[in-house]
């Protein structure tokens, strides 16, 4: 495995009134998941077994612990550092930007680079 790495996925949501936004992540060191909202933040770590990336059927997800995040849905599943998350969220109407967010850049090498799956959708 190299060292010093970070890969992590940014799912905002956000309504009029309220933002929460998660974040599952894997460093060289731990596997992870933020959650961010208007009054806190939460770090879960997780053992690094407890990590997969899964393509399966054309459908690509993430998978750390009971929790899956996907482009159509997360699964959250948390109950540690007096913290308790479950439930399901779903998403529908994805309206993706028309070109990449790295623009010309997204053709160089870079230790960080972006993708942006929709910027309004539905949620259940």
């Known amino acids: 495995m190299l060292n010093n790495f970070f890969e ?3 799912f905002k949501h956000q ?3 309220e933002t929460v ?3 599952p992540g894997i460093c060289s060191d731990k596997v992870f998941i933020q959650i961010i909202t208007d009054e806190n933040s939460f770090n ?3 053992g690094k077994n407890s990590f997969s990336k899964i393509n399966k059927n054309k459908n690509k997800f993430i ?3 009971k929790n899956i995040f996907s482009f159509n849905n997360i699964k959250i599943s948390i109950n540690k ?3 308790e998350i479950f439930g399901e969220i779903n998403f529908y109407n994805l309206t993706p930007i028309k070109s990449s967010i790295m623009g010309p ?3 160089l090498p870079m230790q960080c680079k972006h993708e942006i ?3 309004h959708h539905d949620l259940k």
């Open 117 to 119: 799956i929709s910027m």
């Open 105 to 107: 850049f997204r053709f």
């Open 81 to 83: 550092l007096n913290l």
């Open 63 to 65: 998978k750390i612990d």
């Open 15 to 17: 309504n009029k009134k």
């Open 21 to 23: 936004s998660i974040i």
């Open 44 to 46: 879960i770590d997780f």
């Open 8 to 10: 992590g996925w940014y």
